[in-house]
């Protein structure tokens, strides 16, 4: 049977969006995506859905001649992003808005086998990551003395994942990267993200809300940005946004 993908909306990391009659089909380009990697992503959005997150409802995987591809459902409305874009005086406001949305994904657990390790993760980023070796060690000493936690972290909280309809619900996309393990680390991806993007203030008061929010210790948090910058710089290219991680790892006393 043909499948009918209808229009794109969107393309971006090796990724093609389609939608038709209230279907989102996402397809994957082959070159860069396994069978198993699209499988892996669809069952997690649909486990993370079915734990009474808004997130989209997985529908099936398949094929597309030799690209792999999944549906889910459509959620109307406008992303964050385009919201900010819109409104930029009110930009904090809405940060705020996406904060609240992170902290009640992160109030969930996966008390089972199903999601990877966040910190199994972070310590194979910094394994690879161009460290001095002293340096690499207390790093890697920093992670160890972090509580293992079973929270789910989406891993890509960004304006552009998150879909916000009419009546203000904030729908969280693209589950590529989720994890379970510490909830301070996934908030702390995300401000990683706003930094070397260019939104230092942004940034600092997703940290500092999410302190005030949580009753989480600003020395607890830049303990994880020390790390998560030593993570990052294996995904990081521009020097540019390297001295800005090896500044965060820097600024730690250890």
Request: proline letters at 3%.
């Amino acid at each position: 049977m043909e499948r009918i993908l209808g229009d794109l909306i969107s393309e971006r990391n090796h990724k093609r969006v389609y939608v038709h009659d209230g279907i989102i089909t996402k397809v994957f380009d082959h070159n860069f995506y396994h069978g198993y990697n699209v499988m892996r992503e669809a069952s997690i959005q649909q486990f993370v859905m079915e734990s009474g997150l808004p997130v989209p409802k997985v529908y099936d995987v398949f094929q597309v001649g030799d690209d792999w591809a999944f549906t889910s459902q459509e959620i109307k409305g406008r992303t964050l992003e385009s919201i900010i874009e819109a409104d930029p005086e009110h930009k904090k406001q809405h940060v705020v808005k996406m904060l609240q949305a992170h902290i009640r994904l992160l109030s969930k657990l996966c008390k089972n086998n199903f999601l990877p390790d966040l910190k199994a993760k972070v310590k194979r980023y910094i394994e690879e990551a161009s460290l001095d070796p002293s340096q690499r060690y207390d790093i890697q000493l920093k992670l160890e003395k972090f509580p293992n936690h079973l929270n789910i972290c989406h891993g890509d909280i960004y304006p552009h994942n998150i879909m916000v309809t009419d009546d203000g619900t904030f729908y969280i996309l693209d589950w590529a990267h989720c994890s379970k393990g510490n909830a301070t680390a996934d908030i702390v991806n995300t401000y990683l993200m706003f930094l070397i993007d260019g939104e230092p203030k942004i940034a600092d008061i997703y940290l500092r809300e999410f302190s005030k929010k949580s009753y989480t210790s600003m020395s607890y948090i830049k303990g994880w940005v020390a790390v998560l910058s030593a993570a990052y710089l294996t995904r990081v290219n521009d020097e540019k946004k390297k001295e800005i991680l090896l500044k965060n790892i820097d600024s730690v006393t250890y």
